[in-house]
């Protein structure tokens, strides 16, 4: 079955915008255009539940339901249970706050592994744990292709590591690393997985409790909806981890690791995302199903059509001489997140597509370290094209050849 993308893009009211018409987005990967059902909620919320939630008067007592119903949505969908999801003002953020908690837990000699293909949030805050005397031991990516390999990994696990930290895949490689065999070995190890999913989240919601990682984290802005960052962090884990938040939520798993308090709002709208995933579902011939087999149907159906696309556009540049591809040149196995070494600035190069109708973006992507480890000069970065499902074909074709100009 195929996407019908006519459909999708009516469900965009950005594609109906006239400052937006003959333009096409190639910088989803920095932010995702927000689908009508989260704006409906948004624009609900705002002008009818604007109050403290959860009082007994009518306003307040909506806006908690639709805060309730958002987190219970959205862990069904993940495959979660509705208090192992917590909702946090970024990703970054909760990352911060995870990275707090750990080294509350963990003591010196200790070892946590993370990787140098990661956007900054998933390395950065394990990396300061160093100053506490906990070992931090690096993964790193072949320099030539941007590849994780596992048996590095293996020989990184030993009896002192306590997590694992890693991306589904990254914001600039754009290879899917296989998150199930990642988190068997660190198991088997003993030790608990972290996995940076916002790269990958925005081309299908996956099934958390069926991948196994103890923690997967994404954010809502890049996957259609607000900004807001989702955390998903198993039971098990998460009544073991120090209390993060107020003293009193401390037997609230989902209040644990969410110390200020929520953007009522963001948090509602996030149902909306689930909205759009069940009309998906529903446009495409599904009849039945929980929410998990729901999510698998749509998450196919996206990235089949994606990787459609994404195989014209990695055969028009793999064998430029003044193009450098970043990760695989096969569709199969990447995200629709490309990014390109070139002779000079990327984003002077996302400049020049600008006048041709096209938006990208130019830059590190805050992944300096992948970017150092492969030779590439973080000054000059890269230039990146990235995509998702509502992307249609003649949009393909506009970027192809606004690339014939600039490249």
Same mark, same amino acid.
């Given at each position: 079955m195929k996407l019908d993308t006519e459909f999708v893009r009516s469900q965009f009211p950005a594609f109906a915008e006239p400052v937006l018409q003959n333009q096409a987005f190639f910088e989803n990967a920095g932010?995702?255009?927000?689908?009508? /059902?989260?704006?409906?909620?948004?624009?609900?919320?705002?002008? $009818?539940?604007?109050?403290? *939630?959860?009082?007994?008067?009518?306003?307040?007592?909506?806006?908690?339901?639709?805060?309730?119903?958002?987190?219970?949505?959205?862990?069904?969908?993940?495959?979660?249970?509705?208090?192992?999801?917590? =909702?946090g003002p970024s990703t970054t953020q909760n990352t911060y706050v995870l990275a707090q908690a750990f080294g509350q837990m963990m003591t010196a000699g200790e070892a946590i592994i993370v990787t140098n293909q990661d956007?900054?949030?998933?390395?950065?805050?394990?990396?300061?744990?160093?100053?506490l005397g906990i070992e931090v031991r690096e993964? $790193?990516?072949? *320099? &030539?292709?941007?590849?994780? &390999?596992?048996? %590095?990994?293996?020989?990184? +696990?030993?009896?002192?590591?306590?997590?694992?930290?890693? *991306?589904?895949?990254? #914001?600039?490689?754009?290879?899917?690393?296989?998150?199930?065999?990642?988190?068997?070995?660190?198991? /088997?190890?003993?030790? =608990?997985?972290?996995?940076?999913?916002?790269?990958?989240?925005?081309?299908?919601?996956?099934?958390?409790? /069926?991948?196994?990682?103890?923690?997967? +984290?994404?954010?809502?802005?890049?996957?259609?909806?607000?900004?807001?960052?989702?955390?998903?962090?198993?039971?098990?884990?998460g009544e073991l981890l120090p209390n993060q938040g107020h003293y009193f939520n401390a037997s609230s798993l989902y209040k644990r690791f969410t110390p200020a308090g929520p953007d009522h709002a963001q948090v509602a709208a996030c149902a909306g995302m689930a909205d759009y995933v069940d009309m998906l579902f529903t446009h495409h011939g599904g009849a039945e199903g929980g929410a998990t087999e729901r999510g698998a149907m749509v998450h196919d159906l996206m990235r089949g059509h994606e990787t459609v696309?994404?195989? $014209?556009?990695?055969?028009?540049? %793999?064998?430029? #001489?003044?193009?450098?591809?970043?990760? *695989? &040149?096969r569709a199969e196995n990447r995200a629709p997140t490309v990014a390109l070494a070139l002779n000079r600035s990327g984003g002077e190069v996302a400049r020049e597509l600008t006048e041709l109708g096209v938006m990208a973006g130019g830059g590190d992507f805050y992944a300096v370290r992948a970017l150092d480890a492969?030779?590439? &000069? /973080?000054?000059?970065?890269?230039?990146?094209?990235?995509?998702?499902?509502?992307?249609? $074909?003649?949009?393909? #074709?506009? +970027?192809?050849?606004?690339?014939?100009?600039?490249?």
């Open positions: 932010g995702s255009y927000t689908c009508g /059902a989260v704006i409906d909620r948004l624009m609900r919320f705002y002008t $009818q539940r604007k109050v403290q *939630p959860y009082a007994p008067y009518a306003a307040s007592t909506l806006g908690g339901a639709e805060m309730d119903e958002a987190r219970t949505r959205m862990a069904a969908l993940l495959g979660v249970a509705f208090d192992e999801l917590s =909702f956007h900054e949030a998933n390395t950065g805050p394990w990396r300061r744990l160093a100053d993964w $790193q990516i072949d *320099p &030539d292709t941007g590849h994780l &390999d596992l048996a %590095k990994l293996e020989a990184l +696990l030993d009896d002192k590591v306590r997590l694992v930290c890693f *991306p589904h895949c990254s #914001n600039v490689v754009g290879e899917i690393n296989p998150v199930t065999e990642i988190t068997a070995l660190a198991h /088997a190890a003993g030790a =608990f997985v972290c996995v940076d999913g916002v790269s990958y989240a925005p081309h299908g919601f996956v099934d958390v409790g /069926a991948l196994g990682p103890d923690i997967y +984290l994404f954010s809502a802005y890049k996957t259609y909806g607000p900004h807001q960052g989702l955390m998903v962090i198993r039971r098990a884990l696309l994404l195989q $014209q556009l990695l055969d028009a540049v %793999k064998d430029r #001489n003044s193009v450098r591809l970043i990760g *695989p &040149d492969m030779g590439v &000069d /973080a000054d000059r970065g890269v230039l990146r094209l990235s995509f998702t499902h509502y992307t249609s $074909q003649d949009e393909i #074709n506009h +970027l192809l050849n606004a690339l014939d100009d600039v490249l």
